[in-house]
């Protein structure tokens, strides 16, 4: 067995063993998610429809991506300051994305090579309810991302008429070029901001698939996304997310599943994201 040195260590948590069957990182990442799921218990409740009446008119939005270590503190620190998005009883949820490209893997070639406009068309899935959307996200010429979803489900891998439909209003190509090319699975917590006017998600426990099997996990990161006014320079949660020393920058589900799933051309645009997620990796 070989010990890991760690850059940070959250206390109470040993030191990830690395053996053949990699059983201690399972446990350390149990241990984890034990106490994420004690310490939401801790937070005070606030509904959907009370959330969604934050009006965010001139939204920005910031990214953070970090070990999972990290997020139990920062949860604990963030009991007093924000209220938990609960759900029938449910505080995290798991979540089931499945991304729709060309043969030609159109889109993420837009996205790699950060063309305007650029589409992302994907199915959502909430597991917790079984509720299932239809959405597509454009970044335009004036890099303002505009989303737009209907009620809808993939069939057979196929878009049904009434997605056809919808997408034709948004999308440049036949939609019936778009095949699922990936599939990301991830839970999701929401804090909730009322008095500061902000809402973060907290993404983790994230796996990528594609249609042939083929798994990849990311069980030691986790992203956050605060979303606040732009001027509003009151969120807590910005203060202590940088006294954990993370900062902020981008991350794509999208770019990094499908860049880890298949052997695309461009990727190496993405190798300081990779030595990211490697670096949080050891600190793991």
Not at 158 to 165: A, E, K, M, R, V
Request: glycine share 4%; hydrophobic share 35%.
């Amino acid at each position: 067995m070989v010990v890991n040195p760690m850059n940070w260590r959250m206390p109470g948590y040993p030191t990830v063993l690395e053996d053949s069957s990699g059983k201690a990182q399972h446990l350390i990442i149990r241990m984890i998610r034990e106490d994420i799921a004690s310490i939401l218990e801790k937070f005070n409740p606030v509904g959907l429809e009370e959330m969604n009446s934050i009006r965010l008119m001139n939204r920005t939005d910031s990214k953070y991506v970090f070990s999972i270590r990290k997020l139990p503190e920062l949860l604990k620190l963030a009991i007093n300051q924000y209220h938990i998005l609960q759900i029938d009883n449910k505080r995290d949820f798991l979540y089931s994305t499945v991304y729709m490209d060309t043969s030609e893997f159109l889109f993420f070639n837009q996205h790699i090579k950060g063309k305007l406009p650029r589409f992302k068309v994907r199915y959502r899935l909430y597991e917790h309810n079984d509720q299932s959307f239809l959405e597509v996200k454009c970044k335009t010429s004036k890099n303002i991302t505009n989303k737009n979803r209907i009620i809808n489900r993939l069939t057979k891998d196929n878009i049904d008429s009434t997605g056809i439909i919808f997408l034709r209003d948004y999308i440049p190509i036949d939609t019936l070029n778009l095949k699922p090319v990936l599939t990301s699975r991830f839970v999701r917590l929401t804090l909730v901001g009322l008095e500061t006017s902000e809402r973060i998600t907290i993404d983790y426990n994230m796996s990528f698939s594609d249609n042939t099997g083929k798994v990849i996990e990311l069980p030691l990161l986790a992203i956050a996304e605060l979303k606040k006014e732009q001027f509003n320079n009151k969120s807590v949660f910005g203060k202590l997310i940088k006294e954990f020393n993370i900062r902020q920058t981008g991350f794509s589900k999208y770019c990094i599943g499908m860049s880890l799933l298949y052997n695309l051309p461009k990727q190496n645009t993405l190798k300081r994201k990779f030595m990211q997620i490697s670096k949080i990796e050891r600190e793991s």
